[in-house]
């Protein structure tokens, strides 16, 4: 199963940017799907995850990020607003048999990243 994100690129701070990540192959109904970022330096962080409606954010995107899936289209997305400068990352679209993790080394699948640059 390939997990191909996109949707990212440069944005100046307060603006938006919808990611979407597509699984193609084999999938199963029952995996939550999530998103973690990783800027240069730090290490991968939690972002967001959604399973069976039920959804997770870290902290520092509640209120700004939201998180949704399609699984008609095997996508899930992640609509970013209000972005600002320490949301700059790589940011990574996941999924894992079970519910919501935060620790990454618990998720079993993993897309290439996509790069989202806020200018300030």
């Known amino acids: 199963v390939q997990r191909v994100e996109s949707g990212g690129g440069l944005v100046q701070a307060g603006g938006s940017l919808r990611l979407s990540c597509a699984a193609s192959?084999?999938?199963?109904?029952?995996?939550?799907m999530g998103w973690f970022r990783q800027a240069p330096g730090k290490d991968r962080e939690f972002v967001a995850a959604?399973?069976?409606?039920?959804?997770g954010y870290t902290d520092s995107v509640k209120g700004r990020f939201t998180i949704s899936r399609d699984n008609a289209k095997n996508t899930v997305y992640l609509q970013m607003n209000s972005l600002i400068a320490d949301d700059t990352a790589v940011y990574y679209c996941?999924?894992?048999?079970?519910?919501?993790?935060?620790?990454?080394?618990?998720?079993?699948?993993w897309g290439q990243g996509t790069q989202v640059t806020v200018s300030s």
């Open positions: 996941a999924a894992r048999l079970g519910g919501i993790s935060r620790l990454g080394s618990s998720w079993d699948y």
């Open positions: 192959g084999r999938t199963v109904r029952n995996e939550a």
């Open positions: 959604i399973t069976w409606g039920i959804t």
